[in-house]
């Protein structure tokens, strides 16, 4: 089990930057596959990225792709996601979540048992 909590959020003008960190405790971390979730107001969450237990396979949402960057560094206990270019439409809260090993079904919100508390990204025009 671990517990996960993410920093990094704020308030950005759309085309800046953001890096986004979500920082576990327990000596497993790396035994866990990473994924970023996204929920903006009134919309359901949606998946954004993930990264396999090694880091040797990530995932993104069309929506992110080539502008957001996912990484780990197991010795830190740290899950990143870097936000570049970043538009009004991701503003969301972005949530950090775990799952025990790998899966196929990387965008699958059931996949990932544990979350973090998520931390509000705010985009401006």
């Known amino acids: 089990q671990v517990q996960l909590v993410e920093s990094g959020g704020g308030l950005v003008q759309a085309g800046g930057s953001l890096r986004l960190s979500c920082a576990a405790s327990?000596?497993?971390?790396?035994?866990?596959?990473m994924g970023w979730f996204r929920q903006a107001p009134g919309k359901e969450r949606e998946f954004v990225a993930a990264?396999?237990?090694?880091?040797?396979?990530?995932d993104y949402a069309d929506s992110v792709s080539g502008r957001f960057t996912i990484s780990r560094d197991n010795a830190k206990n740290t899950v990143y996601l870097q936000m570049d270019s970043l538009e009004p439409e991701d503003t969301a809260v972005y949530y950090c979540?775990?799952?025990?090993?790998?899966?196929?079904?990387?965008?699958?919100?059931?996949?990932?048992?544990?979350w973090g508390q998520g931390t509000q990204v705010t985009v401006s025009s």
């Open positions: 327990g000596r497993t971390f790396s035994s866990y596959a």
């Open positions: 990264i396999s237990v090694i880091g040797t396979s990530t």
């Open positions: 979540a775990a799952r025990y090993g790998d899966t196929w079904s990387t965008k699958r919100q059931y996949e990932y048992p544990y």
